[in-house]
Antibody, heavy 118, light 107 residues
Framework: EVQMLESGGGLVQPGGSLRLSCAASGFSFSRYAMTWVRQAPGKGLDWVSTISDNGGPTYYADSVKGRFTISRDDSKSTLYLQMISLRAEDTAIYYC???????????WGQGTLVTVSS | EIVLTQSPATLSLSPGERATLSCRASQYINMYLVWFQQKPGQAPRLLFYGASNRATGIPARFSGSGSGTDFTLTISSLEPEDSAVYYCQQRAFWPLTFGGGTKVEIK
């Protein structure tokens, strides 16, 4: 069974940092691109970042470019999101998921809540 | 950036009725569109990829169509468990973008 388990969320002050992790299992992690999507409380889905398979290109939403860094450790089947200079508007549930431009693979974790507040 | 406009914002229908949800892209995206269903307190669930390819385990009452700039998600006969918010996402160009969602309410 394909599973994602996000962790690392919490309460952080504006300007602070957090690193999110997503432990994947049940599939060949290294063969797939991976993505982070967030959802602010009561709002819609918001794409954050995607990393290609095999250490390929990374992509970011303009709203997080220069502040967030996506990375992966294929040996640990784990996806990361390093977040710095956090703002109140980054408050959201952060989900990790498999990404395919044109394919059926889809599995999301339960999400991890990031709250940016003083 | 490609803007996806979903309509209507809310759809309130009775069980057994047909639901038609629209997603319009601001630029040509070929067939690189996916649909998600999200129920309260749950993660999104993929319904369709490539605009019209049903994902694993999705009931046949759901269908996806369209290409280019206009896309449609149809639920042929609503069931109570179809109450959810439905999102489209384009995967043709970076940055990826989502539509604002359509909330389907079952009367």
């Amino acid at each position: 069974e394909v599973q994602m388990l996000e962790s690392g969320g919490g309460l952080v002050q504006p300007g602070g940092s957090l690193r999110l992790s997503c432990a994947a299992s049940g599939f060949s992690f290294s063969r797939y691109a991976m993505t982070w999507v967030r959802q602010a409380p009561g709002k819609g889905l918001d794409w954050v970042s995607t990393i290609s398979d095999n250490g390929g290109p990374t992509y970011y939403a303009d709203s997080v470019k220069g502040r967030f860094t996506i990375s992966r450790d294929d040996s640990k089947s784990t996806l990361y999101l390093q977040m710095i200079s956090l703002r109140a508007e980054d408050t959201a549930i952060y989900y990790c998921a498999i990404y395919q431009q044109l394919g059926p693979m889809d599995s999301w974790g339960q999400g991890t809540l990031v709250t940016v507040s003083s | 950036e490609i803007v996806l406009t979903q309509s209507p914002a809310t759809l309130s229908l009775s069980p057994g009725e047909r639901a038609t949800l629209s997603c319009r892209a601001s630029q040509y995206i070929n067939m690189y569109l996916v649909w998600f269903q999200q129920k309260p307190g749950q993660a999104p669930r993929l319904l369709f990829y490539g605009a019209s390819n049903r994902a694993t385990g999705i009931p046949a009452r759901f269908s996806g169509s369209g290409s280019g700039t206009d896309f449609t998600l149809t639920i042929s006969s609503l069931e109570p468990e179809d109450s959810a918010v439905y999102y489209c996402q384009q995967r043709a160009f970076w940055p990826l973008t989502f539509g604002g969602g359509t909330k389907v309410e079952i009367k």
